[in-house]
Every structure is written in C-alpha cells, then in structure tokens.
C-alpha cells in the first residue's frame, strides 16, 4: 500500500478517518492525501473570485488536517473542484491509490444516512478500489480484524486485502462464515459436528488464501437467516477493530451492488468497514 485518499470535511467523522487512516498509512509507510470537494455556492463567480474561494478551502483543509494529529506521515492536500463524489475518485485515480477512507455519523438499518452527503454509500457502489468507512467507534492501532470468507471472488480478495495488512503489522485474524444448516430437533452432537466441518472447510477451502502463506488466523462457522447481523454480532464478541467484507460477487457476504449483505454491514456496522472489490489488484 502506497497511497491512500481520504476524505475530509471538518467534521469529528472525517477526522476521525483522517487518524484511522494515518494509523494504516504508518504501518505501510505510505502517504496520506487528504482531499476536499469544492462546489461554489454562487453562480458566475469571475475568475479571481473563485481563485480565492480555492485558496481558503485549501486553508481550510490544511487546518482540518493539522487539527487531526497525523503524526509522522506524510501528507498532501487536494482541494477538488466538483461533487465531491466523483471528485474523490478522480483523486483517487490520478494519486494510484490503493483505499480510499472517508467518514460517516450515526448507524441506520436503510440507506442515506451516511455522512458526507452519503457520499460513503456512493463510494461503495461505484469505488473501482478499496472503500473504508469509519464511524465513531474507533480502535487505533488496529489490532484484530474479521473478516467474511464465502468462496466468492470479493471474499477472495478481502483475504488477500487482509494478508497483506497481517504482513506489516501484528493481527489477530478472525475468518467467519455463515451457514443455515438444518439443526432443530437433533442430537447436539451432530451441530458440533456441523461446526468443526464448517471450520474445516474455512481453512482448507474458503480462506485458503491465507492458510497456503501460514497466516495464523481463528476460524468461526455461524448460522442464521440474516448474514449480515450474524456477522457483525461476532464482531463485537470477538472484539475486532475492523470489519473487511468483499464489495461484488455471487452472494453471502457479497452481492454490495444489489442491495446484500455487504451494504447492510455498511450501514448497522458499529466500528470501520473496509469493502474490497473483487478485481483488486493487490
């Protein structure tokens, strides 16, 4: 990891994205570029006018960041004219950069309620990289990660996302998967037995990603209807400090860009969500 865009709007949320990605950016001696959207409120500002509006949003930003306490990394600053949605893509694109984090407020069951005008929401749809949305519960440094492991390719690339992270960095990692398996009625024996085959195949099959590099990790079998509550109820038991899910593929974790589990753990998730699309290249 290189390179990694966050964005910023004064708010207590994107400063708190700002530390969280600061911590990341330390861990992998990357750099941090901090940009901001800027759409003027007045039409057919004469140029100097709108040169000067540029100028005090770059202040401001660079005040944002100076208020978040970034450490030692190194820093840049981009003021971006436009939706800042787009905007933080383009960023995004010319820097090469490998996440992108930005902030939100609050938790909700539906869309729209994300912070930055949703533009977190926006993001996840539509990122071609990594997306990390951080909300106000913050661990940093980050010391446990779950992750959702189904086989598909956007698990298989939230591995890989999480193999790397492991690489620099000292982290317990909790691989989970959810199954519904038929157990009313029967002997406990044989939902134990369902368990420890379900375990099995986490680690000879859907995270073989990590177990072929002897990456230590604890693998957990989970059932129920609802993915998505399964997976974040185990996030707060295991107390991990991040929440990695794939952004597309064939379903259980995935299926972000119809509406699946993906982005209900986006919206009800009470600590960071990094969504890793499934082409990513890492």
Not at 92 to 119: K, M, N, T
């Amino acid at each position: 990891m290189k390179t990694i865009v966050v964005g910023a709007d004064g708010s207590a949320g994107a400063a708190n994205a700002m530390r969280w990605a600061a911590h990341l950016a330390e861990l992998h001696q990357a750099e941090i570029v901090v940009m901001t959207g800027f759409v003027p409120t007045e039409s057919e500002l004469p140029p100097q006018r709108v040169e000067a509006l540029l100028t005090e949003q770059q202040q401001q930003l660079e005040t944002w960041s100076g208020v978040a306490g970034l450490g030692d990394v190194r820093v840049r600053t981009v003021v971006e004219r436009g939706d800042p949605r787009q905007g933080i893509l383009r960023v995004a694109d010319r820097e090469q950069a490998d996440l992108v984090v930005v902030g939100r407020i609050g938790r909700s069951a539906g869309p729209g309620l994300l912070h930055f005008g949703s533009v977190a929401e926006w993001l996840a749809h539509n990122s071609p990289v990594p997306v990390a949305v951080v909300g106000g519960a913050v661990s940093i440094p980050v010391r446990s990660v779950l992750v959702g492991a189904d086989g598909s390719p956007g698990s298989r690339a939230a591995l890989l996302w999480v193999r790397g992270l492991a690489a620099v960095a000292e982290l317990r990692i909790v691989v989970a998967t959810v199954d519904q398996p038929y157990l009313e009625g029967i002997p406990t024996t044989s939902a134990q037995n369902w368990r420890n085959e379900l375990e099995g195949r986490i680690r000879d099959d859907l995270a073989s990603e990590l177990t072929a590099e002897g990456v230590d990790f604890e693998a957990v079998a989970l059932q129920g209807a609802n993915a998505a509550d399964a997976l974040l109820q185990t996030a707060k038991d295991e107390r991990t400090d991040v929440v990695v899910v794939g952004a597309r593929g064939l379903g259980g974790f995935t299926g972000l860009r119809i509406g699946g589990v993906a982005l209900k753990a986006l919206h009800r998730s009470d600590r960071p969500v990094v969504l890793i699309p499934a082409d990513t290249e890492m």
